[in-house]
């Protein structure tokens, strides 16, 4: 992302305290650029040879670009965290929460989901219910889709990568996010086709969103529905820690 336009003369002194960021070096950057991300807030990313004292003053020129994208943004953190101690959703459904002591691990009880009360452990537990899921879910469905394409994968891959659901590698490894299971059904049956389909067509080019569309002929709202809301999936349940 370039760096947004510097604000106009006139805003706070230099003594402003500054929010907290996260410094990048870069080879390849020939400019500082700023941004406000979803999971590590503000980034300053500089050039090699930047020196912090650029990358504050640039902070420092950007404030009234910076302070209301992080206003945002920390509502949003707030709205998700109010909405996963209401339930975490799954494939379309949502499952109530249930804190319980001494517990480690994550066990599904109906509509209920058995959570340690740690809530740093809660979190671990967590990822590694949803990544489990997100094999038992997701292979099946990979599974039907090659055989229909009549092709074959090397191996299920179950990641959690920042700007992909899922990718296709030249030898045949699918991966696919866990947290498509936050999603609704239709997501994971998209991306799962969509990759499915890189088996054929390792391309994006219109031979391949010819076979695609075949087989989910209505691809563009599942899709539509990952672009405007996949970014709060990373929210509602942050990368676990450690």
Same mark, same amino acid.
């Given at each position: 992302?370039?760096?947004? =336009? ?12 500054? %929010? ?8 390849? !950057? ?5 941004? &406000? ?14 020196? &912090?004292?650029?990358? #504050?003053?640039?902070?420092? #020129?950007l ?22 101690? $209401?339930g975490? %959703?799954?494939?379309?459904? &949502?499952?109530?929460v249930? $804190? ?8 599904r ?10 809530? !740093? ?18 292979? %099946? ?15 299920l ?34 991306? &799962?086709?969509?990759?499915?389909? +890189?088996?054929?067509? %390792?391309h994006? /080019? ?8 075949e +087989? ?5 709202? =599942?899709? /539509? ?18």
């Amino acid at each position: 992302m370039s760096r947004p =336009p510097a604000r106009r003369p006139g805003g706070p002194s230099s003594a402003a305290p500054l %929010p907290p960021y996260l410094l990048r070096r870069s080879r390849r !950057a020939r400019r500082i650029t700023v941004r &406000v991300d979803t999971d590590r807030g503000l980034i300053v990313t500089i050039p090699a040879r930047g020196t &912090v004292a650029e990358a #504050e003053r640039a902070l420092r #020129e950007l404030d009234g670009w910076i302070a209301p994208r992080l206003a945002a943004l920390q509502d949003r953190r707030r709205r998700a965290a109010q909405d996963a101690a $209401a339930g975490l %959703p799954y494939l379309g459904t &949502v499952l109530a929460v249930a $804190a319980e002591a001494g517990r480690t691990r994550v066990r599904r009880d109906g509509d209920r989901l058995l959570v340690p009360a740690d809530p !740093a452990e809660r979190a671990r537990a967590l990822e590694a219910w949803y990544r489990t899921r997100a094999r038992a879910e997701s292979a %099946p469905r990979l599974d039907a889709a090659a055989a229909r394409l009549g092709v074959a994968y090397d191996r299920l891959r179950i990641t959690d990568t920042r700007t992909r659901w899922g990718s296709c590698s030249s030898r045949g490894t699918i991966s696919l996010s866990w947290r498509l299971l936050l999603a609704p059904v239709a997501c994971l049956d998209y991306v &799962v086709w969509h990759e499915a389909c +890189h088996l054929v067509h %390792p391309h994006h /080019g219109p031979t391949f969103w010819a076979l695609l569309r075949e +087989h989910v002929p209505d691809l563009d709202e =599942p899709s /539509g529905w990952l672009r405007r809301h996949g970014a709060d999936l990373r929210l509602l349940l942050p990368p676990a820690a450690g």
